[in-house]
């Protein structure tokens, strides 16, 4: 079955300062991986998305995440952090192997603190 | 466009009680699904639709329903609820079914079973 997992329940970092959000998945195939944001009372918006091809991946709000095969990771960073990015955040795996629709499997989040 | 939209964004239930929580989307999105948030536990996916007039089971759907009648709709039905369905529920739609496509979440409805 597939998985994916956030270490860490909370990372905090001082505004100004790089980031970063770990994930790790288990599938049966080739991942497609995504990373979404939660802020306060609000629903979960796109961060970006890992397909195929550069393993680098950039996405919104200055985001980026590196998809490692050997390592099985998907880690979210940014250069530099803003207050504004203090959210919960969320990586997701699809595992072509499933046939269940789009069925996307959720990491159990990571909440980002940034301070000033 | 609305995107997703939720209705409602609170609810306090009785044991027992049953409701329908909505979900429409103005995207003309082929997929649709319902998930539970529960803290530390990431979201879990209850129901999808893949069409109108189609639906199937994800990960946790018992004690739920849904029916898919529009292209635009796709409801949640409680029939009995129990505490144990206290939860953030959200309603994502996709356009197509493909594995990478990007599933765009409504804001939430957040219930709570007394």
């Known amino acids: 079955a597939q998985s994916v997992a956030q270490p860490e329940d909370q990372v905090n970092v001082a505004e100004g300062n790089p980031l970063t959000v770990k994930c790790t998945y288990s599938?049966?195939?080739?991942?497609?991986l995504f990373w979404y944001v939660q802020y306060p009372n609000r629903g979960l918006q796109f961060l970006l998305k890992?397909?195929?091809?550069?393993?680098l991946v950039k996405g919104s709000y200055g985001f980026e995440a590196e998809f490692n095969k050997s390592q099985t990771s998907f880690h979210l960073k940014k250069p530099s952090a803003l207050v504004s990015d203090s959210a919960l955040y969320f990586c997701a795996v699809r595992d072509l192997q499933r046939d269940a629709g789009n069925m996307l499997t959720f990491g159990g989040g990571t909440r980002l603190m940034v301070k000033p | 466009n609305a995107g997703v939209t939720q209705t409602p964004k609170f609810q306090v239930l009785k044991t027992g009680q049953s409701m329908t929580l909505q979900c429409a989307q103005d995207m003309n999105h082929e997929y649709m699904s319902w998930y539970r948030q529960d803290p530390g536990m990431g979201l879990r996916l209850i129901h999808y639709s893949v069409g109108a007039g189609i639906t199937d089971q994800g990960e946790v759907p018992n004690g739920y329903n849904v029916s898919r009648s529009t292209t635009e709709d796709f409801p949640l039905r409680l029939l009995s609820a129990a505490p144990s369905q206290t939860s953030v529920y959200f309603c994502?739609?996709?356009?197509?079914?493909?594995?990478?496509?990007?599933?765009?979440f409504g804001p939430g409805t957040r219930l709570t079973v007394l």
């Open positions: 599938v049966s195939g080739n991942p497609y």
């Open positions: 994502a739609s996709s356009y197509r079914t493909t594995s990478t496509d990007t599933q765009y």
């Open positions: 890992y397909i195929t091809g550069d393993n």
